[in-house]
């Protein structure tokens, strides 16, 4: 059962073989759903049945530690809870109020500061890359900052992704990074197709730094997140601070899988390989908690952005010959059943996520897992939530606009 089509975007590579003298190893199972969660929201106590008995279900099928839901019917949290544990050695509760990686959930942050920005007048997101970053070969000069933001731009991660997935980024510099880009031209024309980027959003980053005059961070945090008032959101660090509202992440132990069937276990849990957040960079390295996730699309809409610039980031790009994909700017278009969806999600070392907005229903899904699942897992596992909260049998994920999409 997990995160939904629209979530399987890894700024960082493939799962890893690790041995166990480098890991801690942990009991697959989490123990369940722990006691109460204080930090709970529940205004709608039906709903929060069905979506316990979800989570009870996915504990008894799923390697999973634990686990944050939240549900908001426009502004308001009508509920939000954790499951299972935020730390296993610490047998720390999930709450609703627990610190997760969010992946590339945070490409909606960058796509939405770099608008706000084109707003405040600073910059054109029809500018060039290059007008506001230098050191790049004339290649790169064609590429609008909005191509960065759609996937169109032509860029692929085929320069950082060894990199990435072999060591996490762990010994590089984003300098590093940035110089690996550089050195492969696009792959197609801006516009003639579309290819998911982690390199292009890396690189729509140094673009609002450059234009707001400061770090990635600052701009982020007085463009949206200190106005917006979401006080768990920030750019995460490499390791979990030592404190209990932030969840440790976890991945299946690759080595257990024959074993464990075997016996009739689940496979076991292990600590996630290490990472570098600095090179994860603006394609993905933010950290927040469901309650302040479940309300940032509402957010985005009704105060952040206006209304022009929200449907341009809401509404699908569109290639050069016409061709419409479902993906605007740092949203994913989507459909759960008939249900209109904006959608973005991540799988980041250790964990699962997915925001998912249905405007014709005014409601907003965030559900945050600090385990890596697999992607057939964590589509389920969204699904099942999904239908617990319309109170319906789970729908299968589709593309409106048919665009296949390798990574999406």
């Known amino acids: 059962m997990g995160p939904a089509p629209s979530s399987n975007h890894r700024p960082h590579g493939r799962r890893r073989r690790q041995t166990a003298v480098a890991l801690l190893v942990v009991a697959a199972c989490g123990g369940g759903v722990p006691p109460s969660d204080p930090a709970a929201i529940v205004t709608d106590p039906e709903m929060a049945s069905r979506i316990d008995a979800v989570a009870e279900l996915a504990f008894d099928e799923l390697s999973m530690a634990g686990m944050s839901v939240a549900v908001a019917h426009g502004d308001e ?72 933001l759609s996937h169109t731009s032509g860029l692929t991660d085929d320069a950082i992704a060894d990199e990435l997935e072999s060591k996490g980024g762990v010994g590089s510099t984003l300098s590093d990074m940035f110089e690996l880009i ?28 450059s234009v707001g005059g400061t770090s990635y961070s600052d701009v982020l945090h007085s463009s949206i997140l200190d106005p917006l008032g ?78 022009a610039s929200f449907q341009m980031m809401s509404q699908p790009a569109v290639l050069n010959d016409g061709t419409p994909v479902g993906y605007g700017l740092g949203l994913a278009l989507r459909a759960f059943g008939e249900r209109r969806a904006l959608t973005h999600g991540g799988v980041i070392n250790g964990f699962a996520t997915l925001v998912a907005t249905f405007p014709d229903d005014n409601t907003t899904v965030a559900i945050l897992v600090n385990t890596r699942l697999s992607d057939a897992d964590s589509q389920e596992l969204a699904r099942h939530l999904l239908g617990a909260v319309f109170d319906e049998p789970p729908a299968p994920w589709t593309n409106p606009y048919e665009t296949e999409f390798t990574n999406v």
């Not at 608008?115 to 970053?133: A, F, N, P, Y």
């Open 230 to 307: 979401l006080t768990d959101t920030t750019v995460c660090p490499d390791t979990r601070p030592d404190d209990e509202r932030w969840a440790s992440g976890y991945e299946v132990s690759d080595g257990n899988w024959e074993r464990a069937m075997r016996l009739g276990r689940r496979p076991s849990l292990v600590s996630a390989p290490p990472i570098n957040m600095d090179v994860v960079y603006a394609a993905g390295n933010l950290c927040s908690s469901v309650t302040d996730l479940v309300r940032w699309p509402h957010l985005l809409q009704t105060e952040l952005l206006s209304p």
């Open 77 to 148: 949290i009508v509920f939000a809870s954790g499951y299972g544990y935020a730390d296993l050695g610490s047998r720390i509760p999930a709450r609703a109020d627990t610190v997760f990686r969010l992946g590339s959930i945070g490409k909606s942050f960058t796509s939405a500061a770099l608008l706000e920005l084109e707003e405040s007048g600073l910059l054109s997101l029809d500018d060039s890359l290059t007008q506001h970053v230098s050191g790049y070969p004339a290649s790169f000069d064609a590429i609008a900052v909005r191509k960065l």
């Open 182 to 209: 550089g050195s492969q031209p696009p792959s197609f024309a801006p516009g003639a197709g579309w290819s998911y980027s982690n390199s292009g959003y890396m690189l729509a980053g140094e673009v609002m730094a």
